[in-house]
C-alpha cells in the first residue's frame, strides 16, 4: 500500500488510482488490520446477550444516535406485514405503537454509539431486548452478524480527499461502518450522509467511499433526496446510499416522491400543518443572542413554507415562524423586522415534529446540576438534528421491507416442507 502514501498539498484533490474490486478490497483489509493495532479491543458482550429473532430480518444498527432511522425501518417493517401504510398519527400514543411493533419484518438486535443522552433516549423508545452499546465504534472487535445494517456515518470533512481515503493517517470512521459489512456480511446495508459528501474533494471523496463500500462484497445504490418529497415539513438534502449483497436477486429501488406540485402527488406539509398548534405553548426553547454568521442569511420560513434543515444544535435552530419576515439589508446582513426580542428559535418539541418524530418519544438529557439550562436543551438540539426523519426513513426502507417479507415466507414455507419431508 505504499505507493499510495503520497504527499499532499493543502487543498488540492489528486484523484484516486483506479483500482480494480479486488485492489481497493486488499487496501481496505490492510486498514482494517492497522486499526485493529490501534483501537480495536476485546468485546464487552458475548452472543449470548444478543437477542435474534429466526423469523425476522434482524438488525444492527451503528453510529444509532436517538434512533431515527431505526424507528423509520422498524415502521416500514410494520407496513410491509400489515398490509397498509401508516402515518406518525396512527401511532401517536405509544401503547398503540407497543401492541403492534413486535409484527415489523425487522428486528432490532445491537445498537451502537458514543453519543450518551441519545442512547438513554435510545434505550426509552426501543424494547429492553435490543443491546445498546456505548462504546468508540473502533474499539468494537466484533460485530453481531444480522440480516440488515444500519447507520449514518460521520462524513469525512478534510479539505483534500485522496489518493486513498482509507489510507489517510487521520482516521476516517466509515471504515468501521465498512469492517461490519465485511466481518458480518448482511444481506442489506442502509447508509446516510449529508449532500457536502458529494462535493467533498470535487466528488473524488464520494466516489471512493462508494467503491469501498461496493468492495466489501455488495452492489450499491445511491441518491440524493429531499425529506419534503416524503412528507417532512423540512428542506432536509440527504445522500443514502442502499447496499445490496451481490449474490442476491434483488434489485433496489429508492420510491418515487408522494409529495409535491406535480400531478397525483400529495400537497407539501407545511409548517402550520406540523407545529401551528403549538404556537402559544411551544414548551422550552433555546435562547440567547444571534452570532453575525447567523444573521448573515435569512433563517425565517413563512407558515405555509416547510422548514430550513434542523441542525444539530440550539444556537442554530430555525426562528419561528410568527411574525413578520426577516429583512435583507445588504449582503450577508439581514435583521428581524420587529426586533429579536420578538422572535424566537424554535423549540424542542416543535423540531421534534419537524423531524417526524411521534409525540411520544421523549429525548433524554444531562441530569447534571452544573449543566446550564441552555447546554442541557442543546444536547436535545444535537439529537434530534442528528437524526434521519422517522418519515423519510420509513419511505427509503419500504421496498426492502416489502422484500423481506417476501423473502422470509419464503423460506418459512422451505423449513416447513423440509420438516413435512415434502
Not at 285 to 297: P, V
Amino acid at each position: 500500500m505504499d505507493e499510495f502514501k503520497r504527499e499532499r498539498g493543502r487543498g488540492k484533490f489528486k484523484p484516486a488510482p483506479n483500482l480494480s474490486p479486488e485492489e481497493v478490497r486488499e487496501v481496505l483489509l490492510e486498514k482494517i488490520e492497522e486499526e485493529r493495532d490501534i483501537y480495536i479491543e476485546d468485546n464487552d458482550f458475548t452472543q449470548d446477550e444478543l437477542t435474534y429473532n429466526p423469523d425476522k430480518f434482524n438488525v444492527t444498527s451503528l453510529f444509532a444516535g436517538a434512533g431515527g432511522l431505526d424507528l423509520g425501518v422498524e415502521l416500514a417493517g410494520l407496513d410491509a406485514v400489515i398490509g397498509e401504510e401508516t402515518t406518525n398519527e396512527t401511532y401517536r400514543e405509544r401503547d398503540t405503537f407497543e401492541a403492534v411493533r413486535h409484527e415489523s419484518i425487522f428486528h432490532k438486535v445491537y445498537a451502537n454509539d458514543f453519543f450518551k443522552e441519545a442512547l438513554e433516549t435510545y434505550k426509552n423508545c426501543f424494547p429492553e431486548s435490543v443491546y445498546v452499546h456505548h462504546k468508540d465504534i473502533r474499539r468494537v472487535r466484533e460485530f453481531p452478524t444480522a440480516n440488515i445494517v444500519l447507520g449514518g456515518f460521520p462524513c469525512p470533512g478534510f479539505s483534500e480527499a485522496g489518493p486513498r481515503l482509507v489510507d489517510d493517517e487521520r482516521n476516517f470512521l466509515y471504515i468501521h461502518y465498512i469492517r461490519c459489512l465485511m466481518q458480518t456480511q448482511p444481506e442489506i446495508f442502509i447508509a446516510e450522509n449529508v449532500k457536502g459528501m458529494l462535493t467533498l474533494g470535487g466528488g473524488e471523496a464520494y466516489r471512493q467511499i462508494k467503491q469501498d463500500f461496493e468492495a466489501a462484497g455488495y452492489r450499491v445504490f445511491d441518491k440524493l433526496v429531499n425529506a419534503r418529497d416524503y412528507g417532512v415539513p423540512q428542506l432536509r438534502e440527504r445522500v443514502f446510499l442502499v447496499g445490496v449483497r451481490q449474490d442476491l436477486d434483488f434489485e433496489y429501488h429508492f420510491p418515487e416522491p408522494t409529495h409535491g406540485n406535480g400531478e397525483g402527488l400529495l400537497p407539501y406539509v407545511t409548517l402550520r400543518e406540523a407545529i401551528g398548534d403549538l404556537e402559544e405553548n411551544p414548551g422550552p426553547y433555546f435562547t440567547g443572542s444571534y452570532s453575525t454568521i447567523f444573521m448573515s442569511r435569512n433563517r425565517k420560513k413563512s407558515w405555509d413554507e416547510q422548514s430550513f434543515t434542523i441542525q444539530a444544535s440550539g444556537r442554530q435552530a430555525p426562528i419561528h415562524p410568527g411574525g413578520l419576515p426577516m429583512l435583507k439589508l445588504g449582503e450577508n446582513e439581514w435583521i428581524f423586522q420587529e426586533g429579536e426580542e420578538n422572535n424566537r428559535r424554535l423549540s424542542i418539541n416543535e423540531i421534534k415534529r419537524i423531524q417526524t418524530f411521534p409525540e411520544w418519544y421523549e429525548f433524554e438529557t444531562s441530569n447534571s446540576p452544573r449543566l446550564a439550562e441552555n447546554s442541557k436543551l442543546d444536547k436535545i438540539y444535537k439529537q434530534i438534528g442528528n437524526a434521519v426523519p422517522v418519515e423519510l426513513a420509513r419511505a427509503i426502507a419500504r421496498p426492502i421491507a416489502e422484500w423481506a417479507v417476501t423473502r422470509m415466507q419464503g423460506e418459512r414455507t422451505e423449513r416447513d416442507q423440509i420438516r413435512l419431508g415434502i
